[in-house]
């Protein structure tokens, strides 16, 4: 044996133990992987929601979003206004994974009810600022690991995932449990290790957002156009809902005109009477008084439209039709 | 093509398995069109630039060597240098001096309309200018024989593992490893791996996680920071960019060694300097000899001999004011320049009479050397204020928030936090290495001590993937 051999053989050793200890993170995560977040924990229960979703008795109302729907939606109180203003019976279910845009809403929608034919009557799909633009990318490790099954992979990487980089992470977090969990893992880690993490990563956040913004491509929203014309094939009735913040952000007329072409409804609430910045847990989030408030506002502007038929139903904040 | 992204490696898999398979000859052509394809990924356009300046240099330097006259030596030389010059004059720094002259015009009342012509810049072209300079300049002093063979010269200009950040290699190092056939030595595998692994730690764990936490300070109004949040923002980017540039030259070196053939070291733990001169003997190590050979020797050489004191202080902030403006076309890269040819300067004057050699250097008692260290690496980061500040403005509002304003906040202890947890283990780390005068250490002990490190790399490269993934700074140099 040459001593290049041997030594390339000795070396090897040290790259099989580095192996060994990826592997075994790997088994570690999949033990542990559903206490990593509370968000990791919804994203697991969402098989279990399609499945409640379609169970239930009543007009099946399924409100998709990120975390402002699981902070601002309070289901209790919605059930409640839409039974008192003469919508009963309904059956409520949520869907709110972490940091979400409308491609990973598209995606999980298509892999969990559409997917499984768990379909509900009305979607309220929750969204604020630019969550609804094509520029919004979408994160091809929880795509991977969260939003598909190998029938859907042609679609998704036609669609969703079209640059190399990106494939490469969809395909290996669609493999791996550490790979598609690591960001979590991140935040978890430093939020233990770094004093005022969570405020820091927000600053650090903002300042990267605004700098993405800078370089956003012109708006459009074609994907939301899409969303809209697969949910009407399927006989879904979509009513897009404007969520509120502590600083009202400018809302895309174009946003109303696409949603309502397609024959579906609009709700404009970012203005809710009642609702001051005291109300937000943080920039973002509604804390639970705000959450109970405007969840009142929201029930009694869904039953004025669930009642109607379809193309007439775009709302404002004072909840009168736009075009009666 | 990022070394850190997943096309590279599918690139490099490809590269390697060919590579094993073919002959010497085959090697070379096959690395040139690799070279080739992995610039082009970047623009291909600027591939027809690097073949120009390939050509010219090629046929100039034969010229030389078949010359007999010195005077037609130089006129082949200069009007290579030339060319080369000004490709990199007309992308790197026309729009700069063009802003500059118009606006001393308009200073002076003249309203001067110069063409604002704003070029993309062509990754890598301060590297492969310098590089074929060096080349035609051993060429011209008789130093090196001019490359009869295209390929191998081409190869030689193109060598993609250093071929957009360096390290600038020689070609009296470079050239004879392309031209004969190599070898496969018993220690390139282990010497690639670390490379590389250490190369992949600092660029994407270190550099490219605290590059979100200097960016978040660097684009705030500074008139908001504290100084203290300041002082976070600067030793952010210190370990940045130490672990970008030089983390890009480990994994160059890395991928080199992987194909049999040796790059220059380029960094050899530059914030354990206790000196302005040890630190230029440690940072960016192939620019610095570059230009030591090419300019600030040339520069003491002309004249009377030996050169006068005015003369070597003259030629050191002159090399250091280019070396600076080589970083970069604006006032604030002109300004780390000068800064650094003053350093080197107030050592030289305070130093005059003990010279600190490295023999004294190493029997320094550790208290000793540990505070040189801790002032000489300030001295850096001040230095990286004007390195890394969008304007000089910036820089005189930050340093007077620092001494003005300096109250701790949440956002100071995070920042912190974070650098300690970043850089940290690599500044521990890096200490062992200064301690044992060994950079490669690591693959000297043990293999389980090895096996453990490289799995601490690995798990902090899956575990903690940086906000943004970044470029390598030093492709815009």
């Known amino acids: 044996m040459s001593s290049s051999t041997s030594s390339f053989r000795a070396e090897l050793k040290v790259v099989v133990v580095v192996l060994l200890v990826l592997a075994g993170s790997e088994v570690v995560l999949r033990l542990t992987e559903q206490f990593l977040s509370r968000d990791l924990k919804h994203l697991q ?82 969204f604020s600022d630019i969550a609804l633009q094509d520029s919004n990318g979408i994160d091809p490790t929880r795509l991977g690991h969260y939003y598909s099954s190998p029938g859907e992979m042609p679609e998704i990487l036609d669609q969703d995932v079209r640059e190399f980089e990106s494939r490469a992470e969809f395909i290996l977090a669609s493999l ?30 903002r300042d990267m957002k605004r700098e993405r913004s800078g370089m956003l491509a012109k708006k459009s929203y074609g994907r939301l156009s899409r969303f809209l014309a697969m949910a009407k094939e399927r006989g879904v009735r979509v009513i897009v809902v404007a969520m509120p913040q502590p600083v009202v952000y400018s809302l895309d007329p174009e ?14 609430c970012r203005n809710v009477d009642g609702i001051s910045p005291a109300n937000f847990a943080d920039e973002m989030h509604l804390a639970t008084s705000g959450a109970v408030v405007y969840s009142r506002f929201l029930g009694r502007a869904l039953a004025n439209l669930i009642g109607k038929p379809e193309t007439q139903g775009s709302l404002t904040s004072d909840a009168r039709p736009i075009f009666p | 093509m990022l070394f850190n992204s997943y096309i590279f490696w599918v690139f490099f898999s490809v590269v390697f398995v060919l590579y094993r398979r073919l002959g010497h000859r085959g090697q070379n052509y096959m690395l040139l069109v690799a070279s080739y394809v992995f610039y082009a990924y970047w623009d291909w356009r600027f591939l027809f630039l690097m073949l120009f300046s390939t050509v010219i240099d090629y046929a100039a330097a034969i010229l030389i060597a078949q010359s007999l006259s010195r005077q037609r030596r130089k006129t082949f030389l200069v009007t290579s240098i030339v060319i080369q010059l000004s490709l990199l004059g007309l992308f790197k720094y026309f729009g700069f001096f063009s ?76 050239l004879p490893q392309i031209a004969t056939p190599r070898v496969r030595r018993s220690d390139d595998f282990r010497e690639g791996l670390y490379y590389i692994a250490i190369g992949l730690f600092k660029k994407v764990f270190v550099g490219d996680n605290l590059a979100a936490l200097a960016n978040s300070i660097f684009q705030t109004n500074p008139g908001k920071l504290t100084g203290i949040e300041c002082i976070v923002g600067i030793y952010a980017f210190a370990f940045q960019i130490y672990c970008d540039f030089s983390g890009y030259s480990s994994i160059a070196q890395g991928l080199a060694k992987w194909l049999n053939i040796d790059l220059t070291t380029n960094f050899n733990l530059p914030y354990f300097a206790t000196s302005p001169t040890d630190f230029w003997r440690r940072w960016h190590i192939s620019l610095s000899t570059w230009f030591r050979d090419y300019l600030y020797i040339p520069l003491l050489k002309r004249g009377a001999q ?17 070396s600076g403006l080589w970083h970069g076309a604006a006032w604030t890269f002109v300004l780390w320049g000068l800064y650094h040819g003053l350093l080197l300067v107030g050592y ?37 204020l004007l390195f890394r500040a969008e304007s000089i403005n910036q820089v005189g509002i930050m340093l007077s928030r620092i001494v003005l304003d300096f109250h701790w906040t949440p956002f100071a202890s995070s920042g912190f936090a974070m650098i300690l947890f970043f850089a940290g283990p690599l500044v521990i780390y890096e200490f062992w290495l200064e301690r044992r005068h060994d950079v490669l250490s690591l693959i000297r ?28 700074i030093y492709f815009q140099f």
Not at chain 1, 84 to 113: C, Q
Not at chain 2, 309 to 316: D, E, I, M, Y
Not at chain 2, 371 to 376: A, E, F, L, Q, S
């Open chain 2, 306 to 322: 030996p050169a006068s004191q005015a003369r070597l202080f003259v030629s050191l902030i002159a090399v250091m004011l280019l």
């Open chain 1, 45 to 126: 229960e969402i098989p279990a929601i399609s499945q409640s979703l379609i169970a239930g008795k009543g007009e099946r109302i399924l409100f998709l979003g990120n975390s402002q729907v699981r902070a601002g939606i309070n289901p209790e109180v919605i059930e409640q206004e839409l039974k008192a203003n003469g919508v009963a019976p309904v059956h409520i279910e949520r869907v709110f994974p972490d940091s979400t845009s409308l491609p990973d809403w598209n995606r999980a929608f298509k892999h969990y009810f559409v997917g499984t034919s768990r379909l509900p009557e009305v979607l309220v799909l929750c």
């Open chain 2, 445 to 472: 002990i043990d293999w389980r001590a090895r096996a453990l490190v490289y799995s601490y790399c690995s798990l902090m490269l899956l575990f903690f993937p940086p906000p943004v993934s970044n470029v390598f």
């Open chain 1, 176 to 205: 791996s449990y550490s790979f598609a969990n690591r960001t979590r893992i991140r935040t978890r880690a430093l939020d233990l290790i770094v004093p005022s993490y969570r405020d820091g990563a927000q600053r650090i956040n």
């Open chain 2, 348 to 384: 030289r004057l305070i130093s005059k009479k003990k010279t600190a050699r490295a023999e004294e250097q190493a029997s320094l008692p550790l208290a000793g050397f540990l505070v040189r260290i801790v002032v000489m690496f300030h001295l850096v980061c001040l230095g990286w």
């Open chain 1, 255 to 268: 946003i109303k005109l696409i949603v309502e072409t397609a024959g579906m409804s609009f709700l404009d």
């Open chain 2, 99 to 174: 802003e500059q002259l118009a606006s001393l015009f308009g200073f002076v009342g003249i309203p001067v309309y110069l063409p604002a012509l704003k070029f993309l810049l062509p990754v890598g072209i301060s590297f492969y200018t310098f590089q074929t300079m060096s080349y035609m300049i051993d060429v011209y002093r008789d130093e090196y024989k001019a490359e009869k063979n295209f390929v191998n010269f081409a190869l030689f200009v193109s060598f993609f593992p250093h071929l957009v950040a360096g390290p600038l290699v020689r070609a009296t190092k470079l």
